[in-house]
């Protein structure tokens, strides 16, 4: 059952990763994600912006333990990342910025679609 998850898990991670990279962003899926020393999913850069994923391909929305948002807050604060929660709902990603999470915003509007991520950090 663990491997099935891990497997499901990481297939989301490389479709996250092929659009970002068809976006033009250079991108890295960590190894060994989910760690104290790696709580990052998928980082993703472009011309000096960094962007830090953590990535859930659950059935209903997920939310994050206080110690992982800890851990992902120190890690883009000392990588000058720009961190996310994504979730993998029905057929689209969503992405929930880290300083929602860090406050307990998990409602609905507070998770935007990738194309709407992209263009409020000015991706186009």
Not at 51 to 72: F, Y
Not at 87 to 101: G, N, S, Y
Request: include cysteine; charge should be positive; charged fraction near 25%.
């Amino acid at each position: 059952m663990a491997r099935n998850r891990y497997a499901k898990g990481a297939r989301f991670e490389r479709e996250l990763l092929h659009f970002l990279h068809g976006m033009g962003f250079s991108v890295i899926r960590g190894p060994a994600s989910g760690g104290e020393l790696s709580p990052i999913d998928v980082v993703a850069m472009k011309k000096g912006l960094i962007v830090a994923v953590e990535c859930k391909n659950w059935n209903t929305k997920p939310r994050l333990s206080r110690d992982k948002i800890q851990g992902m807050k120190m890690w883009c604060e000392r990588a000058g990342a720009i961190g996310f929660l994504s979730w993998r709902a029905a057929k689209d990603w969503l992405f929930l910025p880290l300083t929602d999470a860090e406050v307990g915003n998990y409602a609905d509007e507070y998770w935007l679609p990738m194309k709407n991520v992209l263009s409020a950090l000015d991706i186009q």
